[in-house]
């Protein structure tokens, strides 16, 4: 069960909680989701020099809280607050085109301690390097050693598509440590994105196992 499912869904409700925390009724909730997305597809663009690694979303009647969790916070903050004043500005100009104009909009930014041990983070350093035909099984490596090298109990890459330019498909996955993906109570990350290569796009997986959750 825990091979066919996402990692993060499946442990949803027991120690990992929901990106967006709102409540809506049936007239708004769709547009509320569409929100979401467009302004998590936004801040990931921007700040894409900052390490985004989640993006929290708290709705309440009169106020909107995000919350970026990044590796750089220097990035998303700026000289004297600038950069984070302009992050604040182009997200209320958002919440305009959904009719969001009366919320009030508050912008935190909390450090990531071990930007080594976030699969999002190690999915597109391996996307870049793939993009620039760097070998694959090298990428795969290297990043496997630094995730392992954080504290992480295990750590599995795969990797799918037209791997190094090859004519026909494949998948390949690497592994080290351990990865138990059925057992609830473990503490696993896990992040999926494609990387477009010049021969067309390779998908990437990566499960980094960090340890099991005390009762």
């Known amino acids: 069960m825990g091979q066919k ?58 106020a909107i809280k995000v919350t970026l969790h990044v590796s750089r916070p220097g990035v998303v903050i700026g000289r004297g607050g600038a950069n984070l004043e302009e992050v604040k500005k182009d997200v209320e100009k958002m919440l305009k085109q959904f009719k969001e104009s009366k919320v009030k909009v508050e912008i935190r930014v909390e450090e990531v301690k071990d ?12 996307a870049d390097q793939l993009a620039k035909r760097y070998p694959h099984r090298r990428a795969v490596q290297q ?24 004519e026909i498909g494949r998948a390949e996955k690497y592994f080290q440590g351990s990865i138990p993906t059925q057992t609830l ?4 990350d896990y992040y999926q994105h494609p990387a477009y290569t010049r021969s067309g796009y390779v998908g990437i997986k990566v499960w980094i196992y960090k340890g099991e959750i005390a009762d």
């Not at 569409?34 to 921007?46: G, M, S």
């Not at 700040?47 to 009647?61: D, N, Q």
């Open 5 to 62: 499912v996402n990692p993060i869904s499946f442990r949803l409700g027991s120690y990992k909680n929901w990106t967006s925390l709102w409540f809506a009724d049936k007239g708004t909730y769709s547009k509320h989701v569409v929100a979401d997305f467009e302004l998590r597809k936004y801040l990931n663009q921007k700040l894409k020099g900052a390490g985004v690694v989640e993006v929290t979303i708290e709705r309440s009647i009169t």
């Open 115 to 126: 930007p080594d041990l976030s699969s999002k983070l190690v999915v597109e350093r391996i």
């Open 143 to 166: 990043a496997m050693e630094k995730v392992m090298g954080a504290g992480a109990k295990g750590v599995k890459i795969a990797l799918t598509g037209r791997i190094g330019g090859a």
């Open 185 to 188: 109570r473990a503490n696993i």
